[in-house]
């Protein structure tokens, strides 16, 4: 069974670089030739995807809004995924999902989920 | 503002059926599938609709969903007090070159 586990500070301060890790774990055909997602979630608010790496090449696509602060990469020899979002603010508060796509595409199923990590940005 | 609108909430009595609503446009549901996700308070989302109809294994047949145009539903009969949830819609947005969600809508089972 696939797990996938979310790992971070839970504090940053604003102007500074948020960083996450996603440890996935279970049948290696179950994580090889997928792509990997990273979705947030202010509190109280909706879903918003901020990006994805898909695990064969490391390709990355971001969401337009977020792109120029963040940087989604993969270490495939530990079955990790990190996201780091420079220059943060309050509005950067949520708690970070990842999360696998479904079947062999970036469709937006995600059908595997951690179980998400708080993040608050304050002095 | 979310691509994909849906109703802030929906409610209705245990045994009935709802649907939810997620309108978008051309360039999202329009062209490509929708995806549904229930979302029980303080958990992660769990995909209940993927590609506009197709349940994955587990999800009751209770739940089902249906893609007009630039417009998608989904549907719950049967309603039960553990149906009672936020409930996401998702596309790919070919202008955006990225994933949209819905806004959300609140299901309460009265």
């Known amino acids: 069974q696939l797990r996938l586990q979310e790992s971070g500070p839970g504090l940053v301060k604003p102007s500074e670089t948020l960083s996450l890790t996603c440890s996935v774990s279970?049948?290696?055909?179950?994580?090889?030739?997928?792509?990997w997602g990273w979705i947030r979630q202010p509190p109280g608010k909706g879903l918003e995807w901020i990006g994805t790496?898909?695990?064969?090449?490391?390709?990355?696509y971001y969401n337009p809004s977020l792109k120029s602060r963040v940087t989604i990469s993969a270490d495939t020899s530990k079955n990790q995924f990190s996201l780091k979002m420079g220059s943060v603010t309050a509005a950067d508060t949520a708690v970070y999902y990842c999360?696998?796509?479904?079947?062999?595409?970036?469709?937006?199923?995600?059908?595997?989920w951690g179980q998400g990590s708080l993040v608050t940005v304050s002095s | 503002q979310s691509a994909l609108t849906q109703p802030p909430s929906a409610s209705e009595t245990p045994g009935q059926r709802v649907t939810i609503s997620c309108s978008g446009s051309?360039?999202?549901?329009?062209?490509?599938?929708v995806y549904w996700y229930q979302q029980l308070p303080g958990t992660a989302p769990k995909l209940l609709i993927y590609?506009?109809?197709q349940r994955p294994s587990g999800v009751p047949d209770r739940f089902s969903g249906s893609k007009s145009g630039t417009s998608a539903s989904l549907a719950i009969s049967g309603l039960r007090s553990e149906d009672e949830a936020d409930y996401y819609c998702?596309?790919?947005?070919?202008?955006?070159?990225?994933?949209?969600f819905g806004g959300g809508t609140k299901l309460t089972v009265l």
């Open positions: 999360a696998r796509h479904e079947g062999t595409a970036i469709a937006p199923g995600f059908d595997s």
């Open positions: 279970g049948d290696s055909n179950s994580i090889r030739g997928f792509y």
């Open positions: 790496v898909y695990y064969n090449s490391g390709r990355t």
């Open positions: 051309s360039s999202n549901i329009g062209s490509n599938y």
């Open positions: 590609r506009s109809n």
């Open positions: 998702a596309a790919w947005d070919d202008s955006l070159s990225g994933v949209v």
